[in-house]
């Protein structure tokens, strides 16, 4: 049983680094590069859409400079950045989609595209994701 | 034995082609590897996750090998499952062991099954939530009847709690697991099931704790706690291992594993390889 009590230390050492780490004053806004950062994850995340079989459907006909605009909002908000989102809840922008899960995961792998090509270190992305996952129940098959 | 081999090199043939087949709605790392008994886990622990990337509208086919190697005994095991709508596991498992000093060998065939009762390993609020069974059968009697042993057969029921926490080590994706086993099994079942005129079914507790540092590598220690029913003495497991996995349909463990003391043996360390495959 000793080697569980050092699991379960080691487990306790690694949540309380990461507690450490999360009351910095940075802003998650700030760790990502700020607007024009996010405003580069936004657009890449059309271009992965346009290029992918599955997700393009969803968007067909959507307007996308709003697009842009309403996604560059959102994430600047949820990252505590210095903006309002403007937009619709993801309620209410996903009803009707029928989203499934399998095409919510693609979507987040597509989205780690998006941070990957706009240089997002990947424990920084992890931090944004683990911010977005709480609306996934608001977004799939609705 | 020979069938599931033959099944095994062609699922893995078809992995190295990285062709897309039923299932990849999973995100990549999430979907846990195979464990030692066949089961969707760790290396040594059955997890609450199904082997495989499908969701809920996918299934998936699975296979691995394991290679353990430890100072006097290794062990073979092998096999294959299905993962159906992310809801269900059904695995077949053959496992060979012997001692490197003598010949001949213990085999044991473990089929198993696994419902996801609740939750998704990343985005539920609580873990993801499975309870599991797994029916052991020895091909030969007499090993575990002289040892002591009560059965040749016996069944472990589990339930296992597992999840990943985003970014929760300084940004890096925390996955930790816990597992409650109600079991009778010496040595995994390879010893036989209970102990003379005792069934002897306790319940065990088995973790993991493990960090990806990327999208492809985990690092992580894995215990599962042992019964100690016949006369020569079984201790806890232990394993610290590195996984690596390039991509969705296939997986790569080296394990230092800690299995105390096995069949009149003290301090049987060693080494654990496990490919996995899945599509």
Same mark, same amino acid.
């Given at each position: 049983? /000793? ?26 806004? *700030? ?75 693609? +979507?987040?792998? !597509? ?16 931090? +944004? ?14 | 034995?020979? /069938?599931?081999?033959? !099944? ?17 709605? /999973? ?5 846990? +590897? ?31 090998? @394991? ?10 095991? +092998? ?11 059904? @695995? ?20 198993? $099954? &696994? ?27 007499? %090993? $575990? ?17 597992? &999840? ?5 080590? @300084? ?27 005792? *069934? ?39 394993? $610290?291992?590195?996984?690596? %996995? ?28 496990? %490919?996995?495959?899945?599509?």
């Amino acid at each position: 049983m /000793k080697f569980i009590q050092q699991l379960i230390i080691l487990l306790a050492i690694l949540l309380g680094l990461s507690a450490c780490s999360s009351t910095s004053t940075t802003t998650l806004y *700030d760790e990502l590069g700020g607007e024009t950062k996010i405003r580069e994850i936004a657009e890449n995340l059309v271009l992965e859409f346009e290029m992918d079989e599955y997700i393009l459907p969803y968007y067909e006909g959507s307007d996308i400079n709003r697009f842009v605009e309403k996604l560059t909002e959102y994430i600047c908000e949820v990252a505590d950045g210095p903006c309002v989102y403007t937009g619709r809840s993801m309620v209410d922008v996903h009803t009707g989609m029928n989203i499934t899960e399998s095409h919510y995961n693609r +979507l987040v792998d !597509l989205s780690i595209n998006a941070m990957d090509k706009a240089g997002i270190p990947h424990r920084t992305q992890n931090k +944004l994701l683990a911010r977005l996952a709480p609306t996934r129940k608001d977004m799939l098959y609705r | 034995m020979k /069938k599931i081999r033959i !099944l095994a090199v062609v699922f893995i043939c078809l992995f190295t082609a990285n062709t897309t087949f039923a299932g990849d709605g /999973k995100l990549i790392a999430t979907a846990g +590897l195979i464990q030692v008994e066949g089961a969707g886990g760790g290396g040594l622990v059955p997890w609450a996750t199904l082997p495989g990337y499908d969701s809920r509208d996918e299934y998936s086919v699975n296979a691995f090998s @394991s290679y353990v190697t430890v100072d006097d005994y290794k062990l073979h095991a +092998l096999g294959a499952s299905v993962s159906l709508y992310d809801r269900v596991e059904l @695995s077949v498992a053959q496992q060979s062991f012997s001692i490197k000093a003598g010949a001949g060998d213990i085999e044991q065939t473990i089929v198993g $099954a &696994k419902v996801r009762l609740y939750g998704d390993v990343i985005f539920s609020r609580w873990p993801q939530v499975s309870l599991g069974v797994l029916h052991k059968s020895l091909k030969d009697d007499a %090993i $575990a009847l002289a040892l002591g042993a009560q059965d040749t057969s016996g069944t472990d029921v589990y339930i296992a709690a597992t &999840k990943v926490h985003l970014g929760a080590v @300084s940004g890096y994706n925390l996955v930790w697991n816990a597992t409650v086993r109600y079991t009778n099994a010496n040595q995994m079942g390879l010893l036989g099931f209970g102990s003379v005129n005792d *069934d002897s079914h306790e319940l065990m507790l088995e973790c993991t704790v493990g960090v990806l540092f990327n999208r492809h590598l985990a690092v992580g220690g894995e215990f599962r706690q042992k019964p100690d029913n016949i006369a020569l003495p079984e201790e806890d497991w232990k394993a $610290a291992f590195v996984t690596y %996995i390039p991509n969705k349909n296939f997986n790569i463990t080296v394990a230092y594993a800690m299995l105390g003391s096995i069949a009149g043996a003290d301090d049987q360390n060693g080494l654990y390889v496990s %490919i996995g495959g899945t599509l």
